[in-house]
């Protein structure tokens, strides 16, 4: 069915991105309209799998238990950044990460245990560790994981921050859907491609960096 839609600018709403859709495709077809979630929702997919913002990191608190080798991960769980361990005392250290081959020969036997020091990838859903805990551990997971769509949500950190790569994103999908212009298709793409580059300036540059380490930018004066 149809949404009733109240028409307002920007994308920071999935009702205001769903009618700009609409807008630039000029198609409100029912069948088209029902599919602009999954265009939305591609889009935003895409997007999460090209550029790494903070929006994409989630921590978790957990527990490392006695006599368990494994942990099992969060269901929203994509990706590990980081494991750390919290001792009683409350100061943390991290786990050092290795493949669960590495982990399977330093670690053969499940049954020594110990304060675990490394953590490897058992399957999709669990962490094995090493060694098996001697007592239980809090332990912290920073981990990679889809936001919430803003189709579900109402709002998104895209759709308030960077509104074109997800508007120019979701236009490409929709135009892929009816068999659009390659001309169209392609600018929406590059369009796309010009916002994700100055994405990639915020997520991978001006968030990793730290003034008091790498220095303010600066621009030579002659």
Same mark, same amino acid.
């Given at each position: 069915?149809?949404?009733?839609?109240?028409?307002?600018?920007?994308?920071?709403?999935?009702?205001?991105?769903?009618?700009?859709?609409?807008?630039?495709?000029?198609?409100?077809?029912?069948?088209?309209?029902?599919?602009?979630?999954?265009?939305?929702?591609?889009?935003?997919?895409?997007?999460?799998?090209?550029?790494?913002?903070?929006?994409?990191?989630?921590?978790?608190?957990?527990?490392?238990?006695?006599?368990?080798?494994?942990?099992?991960?969060?269901?929203?769980?994509?990706?590990?950044?980081?494991?750390?361990?919290?001792?009683? $005392?409350?100061?943390?250290?991290?786990?050092?990460?290795?493949?669960?081959?590495?982990?399977?020969?330093?670690?053969?036997?499940?049954?020594?245990?110990?304060?675990?020091?490394?953590?490897?990838?058992?399957?999709?859903?669990?962490?094995?560790?090493?060694?098996?805990?001697?007592?239980?551990?809090?332990?912290?997971? $920073?981990?990679?994981?889809?936001?919430? $769509?803003?189709?579900?949500?109402?709002?998104?950190?895209?759709?308030?921050?960077?509104?074109?790569?997800?508007?120019?994103?979701?236009?490409?999908?929709?135009?892929?859907?009816?068999?659009?212009?390659?001309?169209?298709?392609?600018?929406?793409?590059?369009?796309?491609?010009?916002?994700?580059?100055?994405?990639?300036?915020?997520?991978?540059?001006?968030?990793?960096?730290?003034?008091?380490? $790498?220095?303010?930018?600066?621009?030579?004066?002659?």
């Amino acid at each position: 069915p149809l949404m009733t839609i109240t028409y307002a600018v920007g994308v920071n709403s999935p009702t205001n991105l769903w009618q700009m859709v609409q807008d630039y495709t000029e198609n409100t077809e029912s069948s088209f309209v029902s599919y602009i979630p999954t265009f939305i929702q591609t889009a935003e997919e895409r997007i999460y799998n090209t550029i790494q913002i903070p929006a994409l990191r989630k921590t978790a608190t957990g527990t490392l238990t006695l006599n368990n080798q494994y942990l099992t991960l969060p269901t929203d769980w994509l990706g590990t950044f980081s494991l750390q361990l919290i001792y009683p $005392s409350g100061v943390g250290t991290f786990l050092l990460n290795k493949d669960a081959e590495y982990m399977r020969e330093a670690f053969p036997d499940a049954t020594v245990t110990g304060t675990p020091t490394h953590y490897g990838q058992f399957d999709q859903n669990t962490l094995v560790l090493g060694p098996t805990p001697d007592q239980n551990y809090t332990a912290q997971l $920073s981990y990679y994981y889809y936001p919430a $769509s803003i189709v579900t949500a109402g709002t998104s950190w895209l759709g308030d921050n960077v509104q074109n790569v997800l508007l120019y994103g979701t236009l490409r999908e929709a135009y892929l859907y009816l068999k659009g212009e390659e001309d169209l298709i392609n600018y929406y793409e590059q369009k796309y491609q010009e916002g994700i580059a100055l994405l990639k300036v915020l997520g991978e540059g001006k968030n990793r960096r730290d003034v008091y380490r $790498s220095g303010q930018n600066r621009v030579p004066v002659t």
